[in-house]
């Protein structure tokens, strides 16, 4: 770059002695000239699916009764607001800053204890004694 601006100076200063006002450049002489070699930014080129379809989540026959077949359920610490100061407000007041729910992070959203979180219908899980031999349920 340090050898390109002398012969650069150099060349407008022909151009201004040259000149026919007396020694004034002319305005062609100020304007720089666009080089001969230009060279394009690289670019990237994205190309793009059109008319793509997301599959449809189907919900389970028969859904959790608990959570509707989502799996999720309302985080319980946060009332479902993902903070844990003034759950009883919709906004935070001015200058308060919201500390977020360490169970859900924030998303106000816990897995549905019912149907751990598949939102299938699943039987009420518990122990059955199971009958001896001779009928008794010991």
């Known amino acids: 770059m340090a050898a390109v601006s002398p012969t650069l100076l150099i060349t407008s200063g022909l151009e201004a002695r040259n000149s026919q006002n007396g020694g004034i450049p002319s305005r062609?002489?100020?304007?720089?000239?666009?080089?001969?070699?230009?060279?394009?930014?690289?670019?990237?080129?994205?190309?793009?699916?059109?008319?793509?379809?997301?599959?449809?989540?189907?919900?389970?026959?028969?859904?959790?009764?608990?959570?509707?077949?989502?799996?999720?359920?309302?985080?319980h610490p946060c009332n479902g607001k993902g903070r844990t100061n003034y759950i009883h407000l919709a906004m935070l007041p001015k200058g308060a800053w919201p500390k977020w729910c360490r169970r859900c992070g924030g998303s106000g959203l816990d897995y549905c204890s019912r149907c751990m979180g598949t939102g299938e219908y699943r039987y009420l899980m518990g122990f059955r004694f199971m009958e001896n031999e001779n009928g008794s349920g010991k």
């Not at 930014?41 to 608990?66: F, G, H, L, M, Y």
């Open 28 to 75: 062609e002489s100020i304007i720089p000239r666009k080089p001969l070699l230009s060279f394009s930014k690289p670019s990237w080129i994205v190309q793009t699916e059109s008319n793509v379809r997301k599959e449809a989540r189907t919900k389970p026959d028969p859904p959790c009764v608990v959570c509707y077949g989502s799996g999720r359920v309302d985080c």
